[in-house]
């Protein structure tokens, strides 16, 4: 019986497998016997006192262990990899390196189960995992020693799919691995290769190309380098064969199922944007803007979401018919100079993970006739957050229009504009208004403007709009009220806005 332990330091494995490009980012895990008897021939061939261990003596220490087949422990292992860009002189190119992350705490074992060794080939063993540096990769440093005594039980083993009797669950996944054929097997193949050779009609430079990887030595034969082979064109190392292997389901983690969760995201039902360019909009001209930011975040959505996955609560469309205004209202907001310069999109009903990918990925808004301003996302959050910058979201007992209002039923007797306020007011489920006085203009700013100063039209055709000219008014209610408020026709659109009037107004 021998058994091996290994452990890495580093608490990395790297090696890609015989045949698979390294951008593919698989890992060859657990290390084979090919790979484990190369390092020891390397390592012999680099580090060891050839007189004091002759290269027979190596020959048939290794040739003992291609005899049977290694048992495993695998520890638990972790498949990753980072990427990085390898420079040339064409182009840089992208280069995955994959790799097994491994506790450096634990050891793999490898355990050959009938395997014993005399006194010289102990002594050879023994120096070679003193001094071996790696397995795999250079990257992949490794600790290595003989066990004396191991009464383990292994977890990766040659044989077929292990099944649970009572159960019938499948316990093992299949896992191709290489070893070094025993010195007569390779002798055998390397005569019949050679037979083969002499009665092929190969050109002399081809046939060059293959004896070379067919030597008569077995220790050479598995010393060959990889390029070498692959340029002769092996699809294989010619000195070693495939065994099935069975090693437990996931015995290699994906790295995605390690990865933490992310942490929910705090609730939000608004975000504000600054609004760069030249020119920037007027605020008679709110409407306008608030549908072109309306496009600009149905296109963000398509495109981040997918055409059938924009939200009810962006768009507007698809909602039950008690929704009652909870979807978003787009508030474009003017500075002194009467030019808009944010814009403040609330959505009662709340923000989810969707919107806030669109809303983190909208950058630009289009006008129709190519005009394009750039917005810089300032803060998702409560609307509360954002009482210090909008004061239309702040908490009032007095409200005084900032945009027309619009009211959006036709007039009748006993329902004429102030009691349409007052069921909107009703419908919103805020407290009715002890006042509504009627205001012949508005002065933001010292600028005196009338209703019919503002644009007061949406885009869309066929849109039914009792009211054309709209009006101002001033509500006072018994309770404060929380803005934004919003009322009339056009008011998810920044008309029928209102603000708070501050006390010494």
């Not at 495939?242 to 290699?252: D, E, F, H, M, W």
């Not at 709340?350 to 990925?361: P, Q």
Request: charged share 20%; with cysteine.
């Amino acid at each position: 019986m021998l058994t091996l332990s290994l452990s890495f330091p580093g608490g990395r494995y790297h090696a890609t497998p015989w045949g698979r490009h390294v951008n593919e980012a698989d890992v060859a895990w657990p290390p084979d016997a090919w790979r484990l008897t190369r390092a020891l021939i390397a390592t012999w061939y680099r580090k060891l006192d050839h007189q004091r261990y002759p290269e027979t003596l190596l020959t048939s220490l290794l040739g003992l262990l291609a005899d049977e087949p290694p048992h495993y422990r695998l520890p638990t292992a972790v498949h990753s990899h980072t990427r990085h860009y390898m420079p040339n002189r064409q182009k840089s190119t992208l280069i995955f390196d994959a790799f097994a992350r491994i506790d450096p705490t634990e050891a793999l074992i490898v355990h050959w189960p009938e395997c014993q060794l005399n006194e010289a080939q102990t002594a050879l063993l023994d120096e070679l995992l003193d001094c071996i540096g790696y397995v795999g990769r250079a990257e992949s440093w490794v600790e290595a020693k003989r066990l004396g005594d191991w009464n383990g039980e292994p977890n990766c083993f040659p044989g077929s799919t292990q099944i649970d009797q009572e159960t019938g669950e499948i316990q093992t996944e299949p896992v191709q691995l290489y070893a070094p054929l025993t010195p007569d097997a390779y002798a055998n193949f390397q005569q019949q290769m050679q037979s083969g050779l002499a009665l092929r009609k190969l050109k002399a430079s081809e046939s060059k190309s293959i004896k070379k990887t067919l030597p008569t030595s077995w220790l050479e034969a598995v010393s060959l380098d990889t390029a070498d082979l692959q340029n002769a064109g092996w699809s294989a190392p010619p000195a070693a064969q495939k065994i099935l292997y069975q090693r437990p389901i996931q015995a290699l983690k994906s790295s995605v199922a390690s990865r933490a969760k992310p942490k929910p995201s705090p609730p939000a039902d608004t975000v504000r944007y600054a609004v760069y360019g030249k020119p920037l909009m007027r605020e008679l001209d709110t409407i306008r803007f608030a549908e072109h930011v309306r496009r600009a975040v149905m296109g963000k959505a398509k495109w981040t979401l997918g055409e059938t996955a924009i939200p009810p609560l962006l768009s507007g469309h698809g909602l039950n018919a008690d929704n009652r205004h909870c979807h978003a209202f787009y508030l474009p907001q003017a500075d002194s100079n009467g030019l808009l310069d944010h814009v403040l999109i609330h959505v009662p009903a709340g923000i989810d993970g969707d919107m806030r990918r669109v809303f983190g990925a909208l950058k630009t808004v289009k006008g129709f006739d190519g005009q394009e301003w750039h917005l810089m996302l300032e803060h998702i959050g409560q609307r509360e957050d954002f009482e210090s910058v909008s004061p239309i979201v702040q908490t009032a007992s007095v409200w005084q229009s900032q945009t027309p209002y619009l009211h959006p039923w036709h007039c009748k007797k006993d329902f004429d504009v102030s009691a349409q306020i007052r069921r909107e007011c009703w419908e919103r489920q805020w407290a009715e208004p002890t006042e509504i006085r009627l205001l012949p203009n508005i002065k933001p700013n010292g600028r005196e403007l009338r209703p019919i100063d503002f644009h007061r039209f949406r885009s869309k055709r066929g849109l039914v709009q009792p009211d054309t000219r709209g009006s101002f008014w001033q509500l006072t209610f018994a309770e404060p009220v929380t803005g934004p408020l919003a009322l009339g026709f056009g008011c998810h659109f920044g008309l029928g806005l209102f603000a708070p009037v501050k006390a010494n107004e």
